[in-house]
């Protein structure tokens, strides 16, 4: 499907969303520790600052978490991330500013362009019924209104502008999301999924997973999400060979990944797929010393003893973050339900910088009535095409398909997933943003919806008074 947004509008939209992203990186400057709460920062430069030494992905100083002796290598922090740093900062010198300036860019272009895409192949992908034609002859306008809201959402500014991973982590999980609905229509309609869209299904969760790996535990309920669309009325040979495209794609996705594997396995001499934070985030999040209230931005102390390599430490504060959770269950589910407060949290806090307060306010305070109301609007829409038997998007009545196969369906399943893994184990405000990146199609709805519905009310009470 080609998408071509109006080009005068799609073009301020942009302009609008690199020049306040870049407003905000001169404003941060070219320090590394502005704002001074997001110290993953400092560990981005210094990494960075490391290669372009020769020193390989190592700190010129013991660091947080383990404080490993001058020059130990690591795996803890994002590898290609800290490869992009290193490059603006081989082009331009060792400027923060230089790095938050071209994420500003980058970020600002990037990011509204992957909304714009999800929602116009969401909308154009859900079967409209009569009723809803206008919704089918304006998707274009809908993905405008989508990419738009995340031009001036205040935490893509601020985040575009920091050196930290949110920016290009959430474009290119867009960027599957996207694939993804054109690869299960391609399943739902029996038809051959092209290999381009399974190179791209597999790069853009490689390049995530390479920024974040927290995007690992989604990937069995994406592909699961896959099948699905597949698997039709029974399963037979041409069932099976459906599914080729979703073998590819998860050797694409392990072409990313493995040589990193090999490069642990040299360092370390021992398995380690990707990084090395998975045990000491469970360890923390988990330790007795929240009690029953999560404290997002504390950082639990190290066991006494605990020694090894990074693979080895990773391995056994997973072993002892699990162990927090069956020596108390009880705890460690007050403990979970305390981490909803602080995964969904939008009113100011105390704890937060004045910018990061407005932009928290500003953003998903600002528009989650309208995320609400936009999923209640497409829930309503899947119950009333399956009361009246509409056909699908495969031309199939629902009557002989499986449920959840909509396409709307697949973010639904995001957003519960990835909210649910965080409250489980690491919540903070930052951890939401895909959510909030995902949800913007279904505000856009909400906002046409009621734009329109004000619209027709005007005009009622125009006529009325004629």
């Known amino acids: 499907m080609k998408i071509t947004p109006t080009k005068n509008l799609f073009a301020i939209t ?5 020049f306040l992203r870049c407003l905000v990186a001169i404003y941060y400057g070219d320090i590394v520790d502005a704002p001074p709460l997001l110290t993953d920062q400092r560990s981005y430069h210094y990494l960075a600052v490391g290669l372009l030494d020769g020193n390989g992905f190592s700190f010129a100083r013991p660091w947080y978490p383990f404080n490993f002796p001058p020059g130990t290598p690591t795996a803890f922090w994002s590898f290609l991330y800290s490869l992009f740093i290193a490059a603006v900062y081989a082009v331009f010198g060792v400027h923060p500013l230089a790095a938050r300036l071209t994420q500003a860019v980058l970020g600002g272009t990037l990011l509204p362009w992957m909304v714009y895409r999800l929602t116009a192949t969401l909308f154009a992908e859900s079967q409209i019924t009569n009723h ?18 995340a031009a001036i959402y205040g935490y893509f500014i601020l985040y575009a502008a920091t050196l930290m991973t949110e920016t290009f982590y959430i474009v290119a999980l867009l960027w599957s999301l996207e694939i993804g609905l054109r690869v299960g229509r391609c399943l739902r309609q029996g038809a051959r999924v092209p290999l381009s869209l399974s190179l791209q299904l597999g790069a853009s969760l490689g ?83 929240h009690g029953t209230n999560f404290q997002e931005f504390a950082a639990a102390p190290l066991p006494e003893g605990l020694s090894g390599n990074e693979a080895q430490m990773d391995r056994a504060l997973l072993r002892q973050g699990i162990q927090f959770v069956l020596d108390d269950p009880g705890r460690y589910l007050l403990l979970s339900l305390s981490r909803i407060r602080a995964f969904f949290e939008f009113w100011p806090t105390p704890d937060t910088t004045l910018l990061h307060n407005i932009g928290r306010t500003g953003s998903f305070g600002l528009f989650l009535p309208f995320m609400v109301y936009g999923l209640y609007l497409s829930g309503k829409r899947e119950k009333r095409k399956e009361k009246k038997g509409v056909r699908n998007e495969s031309g199939v009545s629902p009557s002989l398909t499986l449920p959840f196969t909509s396409a709307s369906s697949l973010l639904y399943l995001f957003m519960v997933v990835y909210t649910v893994l965080h409250i489980l184990t690491w919540a903070m405000v930052r951890y939401r943003l895909p959510v909030d990146a995902v949800a913007l199609p279904f ?5 046409d919806d009621l734009y329109h519905r004000a619209r027709k009310g005007i005009q009622t009470f125009e006529r009325s008074n004629v």
């Open 14 to 18: 942009l302009l609008l969303s690199v």
């Open 132 to 149: 809803e034609s206008r919704i089918a002859n304006r998707h274009s306008s809908l993905a405008l209104l989508a990419a738009a809201s």
């Open 207 to 289: 390049i995530a997973a390479l920024i974040r790996q927290a995007i690992l535990p989604w990937v069995p309920a994406f592909f699961l999400w896959l099948v699905w669309q597949g698997v039709g009325e029974r399963w037979n040979v041409q069932t099976f060979k459906r599914f080729k495209a979703l073998v590819l794609a998860g050797l694409v996705l392990l072409g990313f990944i493995l040589p990193w594997t090999y490069r642990n396995y040299r360092v370390y001499g021992e398995f380690l797929l990707l990084n090395s934070n998975t045990g000491y985030a469970m360890y923390s999040a988990q330790h007795p010393m």
């Open 443 to 447: 505000a856009a709805l909400a906002i």
